[in-house]
């Protein structure tokens, strides 16, 4: 499996649903790193975690996550020697906890799901931990029985407070103090008790000023009543700090002693919810478990894409048993790249166990590669064609696809010449199906379409068609051959009767018509020809011209009389156009002086010192020459 295909067939949409179905980062990251596997217990393994998940959750049973939403960063903080907040030990004892129940969860619903409690019985408890956490800490705090030490302290501080907001109170309702005050309350400013003191006043109050406003019109004193009860309290709250800090390292020692065990249980939590993303995701497109074959066998019974929400037509699709290869035609827009797309998706889907959208008797192979060339993937970079980037895909596919492989074709051999394209088409789709590998492709071409007719291992499908209304109808038809939609389509568009019965016969025999027509040519005609012949020779070598379909200038480099053309050169190339979409500008000779080589004007500067360095004999230019000459010979 290659990135191309990956992204061509939108697998990583896909995921993208499936990871919005986690609880938690790290489930997210496990299912991004899950691995592809087409090996048959690998696979099967996963079905079965992802039907007990899914048998639960159709119980209407939930998984009793908790605690799971940074989990991780705390165990790589513990490990780095920091200790964890208040809040983050409640985290943690809320994931400690959260592992004892779901191991009690899997173990009362273990008839559901065998599997997945098995799974259970490596999540260890720690139930010592969690009560000492909830007791230490209430209300995202240390609370003050975390410790006797830490309840005395808190004891002295709330009886200092007091103390300090008595003596305020007393102040500020002394009759004396009333005209220095500015606002009658106590405020605290640096972790001290103050006053608000009208700035004029400041001298008046015995006291030290803890701060001013930003105004300066107000500062905040501490009186000296309570200056040696602040300082008491501030001692206080250092060790008050220093106990916390204490009962905090505690906490984070005993996590830490056990972080191997928690650890384990994160990665089975982890798993868990991983698994309970996939069994939501399949929950939610009503998806079933195919069964499984490693013969490259496909059969969709009524699949539909799964990113396709609404009023997708159910594809019934079957390759790899009694042919290994299908050939599919219809017309564009049709729905054959959502096919193709449809295919490879589900089968990529079914290594990572997840459930398909489609109905009961499903039945996948399982492929160690699976490979797309699907749309245009042009490299404007490269300078490549279109043709050029599928076959280079093609070749890539070529090189690296195993035996067991899904081999994926949109359009295969389009692109250039249809005898060519259709010859290395076949040739192609020869050599990926003598690998052993199962080959779909679309085409328009009839001889591909032939070859699958009259080959014993490959059939045709269509895609069907309303020829009353000429719209598509997106539904596979195994074992049928497209009918030609462009007869259909002109005949609607009623083209003559007798062109389109000559087309059809061209299709079955190519004994073409090809007697020369004799057409008398009057005197009207000949005139017009004269009078258009002669308004294009107006236009003459170097006049500026206005390009009227793209409102902007260039030069006219001929005039080209027999197809009533004139040749501009515009945006440094050539364009022949015809001369009613140009409009005179300025004349040449009232541009350039008379002896002016108008040659030069549609040369570069660099075809212009070539053509000056070979004149005066230039030795490196004619090597360049010679060098050029040899390219083009290979």
Request: proline share 3%; glycine share 6%; hydrophobic share 40%.
């Amino acid at each position: 499996m290659n990135l191309t295909t990956i992204e061509k067939i939108q697998f990583n949409q896909v995921k993208e649903q499936i990871e919005r179905h986690c609880v938690s980062s790290l489930g997210k990251k496990r299912f991004k790193k899950l691995q592809l596997n087409a090996k048959p217990v690998v696979v099967t393994t996963r079905y079965n975690e992802t039907e007990e998940a899914r048998a639960l959750l159709d119980a209407k049973l939930t998984m009793p996550f908790m605690g799971l939403s940074s989990i991780d960063v705390f165990m790589e903080q513990l490990e780095k020697g920091l200790l964890l907040e208040a809040s983050s030990l409640i985290d943690v004892a809320d994931f400690l906890r959260s592992g004892r129940m779901i191991r009690r969860f899997m173990e009362k619903y273990e008839s559901l799901a065998p599997t997945l409690t098995m799974y259970a019985r490596s999540i260890s408890e720690f139930t010592e931990i969690e009560d000492e956490i909830y007791f230490s800490i209430k209300n995202g705090q240390v609370a003050d029985e975390a410790s006797k030490e830490l309840r005395r302290i808190r004891r002295l501080i709330a009886e200092k407070e007091s103390k300090i907001e008595e003596r305020l109170s007393k102040f500020l309702k002394n009759k004396d103090n009333q005209k220095q005050i500015q606002e009658f309350f106590v405020s605290k400013k640096n972790e001290r008790f103050t006053i608000p003191i009208k700035a004029a006043y400041k001298n008046q109050v015995a006291g030290t000023i803890i701060e001013t406003s930003s105004k300066g019109t107000t500062v905040f004193i501490e009186p000296t009543a309570v200056t040696k009860l602040n300082d008491e309290l501030a001692i206080l709250k250092v060790e008050e700090s220093t106990e916390i800090y204490q009962i905090l390292a505690t906490l984070s020692g005993l996590i830490l002693e056990n972080l191997v065990p928690i650890q384990l249980n994160l990665e089975t939590i982890a798993e868990y919810d991983m698994i309970f993303a996939r069994g939501k995701y399949s929950r939610l497109i009503q998806g079933v478990t195919p069964k499984l074959n490693q013969r490259g066998y496909i059969h969709l019974v009524n699949a539909v894409h799964p990113l396709i929400e609404a009023n997708a037509v159910p594809l019934n699709f079957t390759v790899g048993e009694d042919y290994r290869g299908l050939i599919i035609t219809g017309p564009n827009a049709g729905g054959k790249t959502v096919v193709l797309k449809t295919v490879g998706l589900l089968a990529l889907m079914t290594l990572l166990g997840i459930q398909l959208p489609a109905d009961e008797g499903t039945e996948m192979g399982l492929f160690e590669g699976i490979f797309v060339d699907i749309g245009d993937s042009q490299s404007l970079e490269n300078a490549l064609s279109t043709f050029s980037s599928h076959i280079q895909n093609i070749a890539d596919i070529m090189q690296v696809a195993p035996r067991n492989s899904l081999v994926l074709f949109d359009e295969i051999g389009s692109g250039t010449e249809p005898n060519e394209g259709a010859a290395l088409a076949i040739a192609i789709l020869e050599e990926f199906y003598q690998r052993g590998n199962i080959v779909v492709a679309t085409t328009h071409y009839g001889e591909i379409k032939r070859y699958s007719e009259i080959h014993p291992d490959f059939i045709n499908a269509a895609m069907a068609f309303d020829q009353a209304t000429l719209t598509p109808l997106y539904q596979l038809l195994m074992g049928e051959s497209g009918e030609s939609n462009a007869l259909w389509i002109a005949k609607k568009m009623n083209l003559k009767e007798h062109v389109i019965q000559q087309a059809q016969r061209y299709m079955e025999d190519k004994d073409y018509s090809l007697t020369k027509a004799s057409i008398p040519k009057n005197k009207t005609m000949i005139d017009s020809q004269t009078e258009r012949a002669e308004s294009v020779s107006l236009l003459k070598k170097g006049d500026r011209v206005l390009l009227l379909d793209y409102n902007e200038n260039g030069l006219v480099f001929e005039d080209n009389p027999l197809r009533e053309t004139v040749t501009v050169f515009y945006r440094n190339d050539y364009h022949e156009v015809v001369p009613k979409r140009l409009k005179l500008e300025v004349l040449a000779t009232d541009l350039y002086p008379p002896d002016y080589d108008l040659s030069t004007l549609f040369t570069s500067y660099t075809e212009r010192k070539l053509d000056h360095d070979i004149n005066r004999g230039s030795k490196k230019a004619l090597k360049k020459i010679h060098r050029e000459i040899k390219q083009q010979d290979r």
